[in-house]
């Protein structure tokens, strides 16, 4: 029965990503009519919010967009950076969601924030115990190593819940200002491109998290359920 909810969980993860690169494809193609590059709707969306102390900066790679509120840092891939493109005004709007977040001192964020060494030491950690646990399983070593494994996937599994309402709250924020700001997003049709693209990005999250929560109740099974094998 594991094994069976682990593959619906890998095709569906699959499934999801392929969705969303198809969809930031299609949106990467079709052009903003306002001409904004994602560079001038990240700035446009944070001087709006009044922030003014966050740089915008082009990150490496594709898909790598993200906030750092360590460095008060926009960080744009290249295709979104430069991008004037329904696909490239969302992200853009969607990273400046984090930031407008870090400004209002979010809660979700600041979880999400607190939990980040904790979880990078857990996730560094996670796969090598979990190996020598099950190599080791018949001895009580083994077993130390699973209940090790265990709590450390707790710690993955509550990041990746947690990550939930912080990334849901920064596409939301970042559509209510593009409907608000007609200047960026001119006409319904591409509104409804920018939501249907956070929306499938909203969606890996969701699979993520319950990939983490499957694997954290399977390694429950295996120490607590009687199972050591």
Not at 33 to 39: F, I, K, N, P, Q
Request: proline share 3%.
């Amino acid at each position: 029965m594991g094994l069976i909810i682990f593959i619906f969980i890998a095709v569906l993860s699959f499934i999801v990503q392929a969705r969303f690169k198809n969809k930031f494809r299609k949106y990467s193609e079709t052009p903003l009519a306002s001409g904004m590059s994602g560079r001038d709707v990240a700035e446009k969306m944070l001087h709006d919010n009044g922030i003014y102390d966050v740089q915008i900066i082009p990150a490496e790679g594709a898909l790598s967009d993200h906030y750092n509120p360590q460095t008060r840092t926009v960080n744009l891939s290249p295709e979104v950076y430069s991008g004037r493109s329904i696909a490239s005004a969302a992200v853009a709007a969607h990273e400046c969601g984090h930031a407008v977040q870090h400004a209002k001192a979010y809660s979700w964020l600041q979880l999400r924030s607190a939990m980040v060494p904790v979880v990078t030491i857990a996730s560094n950690v996670l796969q090598y115990v979990f190996m020598l646990g099950i190599i080791l399983a018949a001895s009580s070593m083994g077993y130390t190593m699973l209940l090790i494994a265990f709590a450390a996937m707790v710690a993955v599994t509550l990041f990746s819940v947690v990550t939930l309402p912080v990334e849901f709250d920064a596409s939301n924020r970042a559509l209510l200002w593009l409907q608000t700001n007609r200047g960026v997003v001119q006409t319904s049709t591409e509104h409804a491109g920018a939501k249907d693209a956070l929306w499938w990005a909203a969606m890996t999250y969701v699979v993520a998290a319950l990939g983490s929560l499957v694997q954290l109740l399977y390694l429950a099974m295996m120490l607590f359920g009687g199972r050591r094998d």
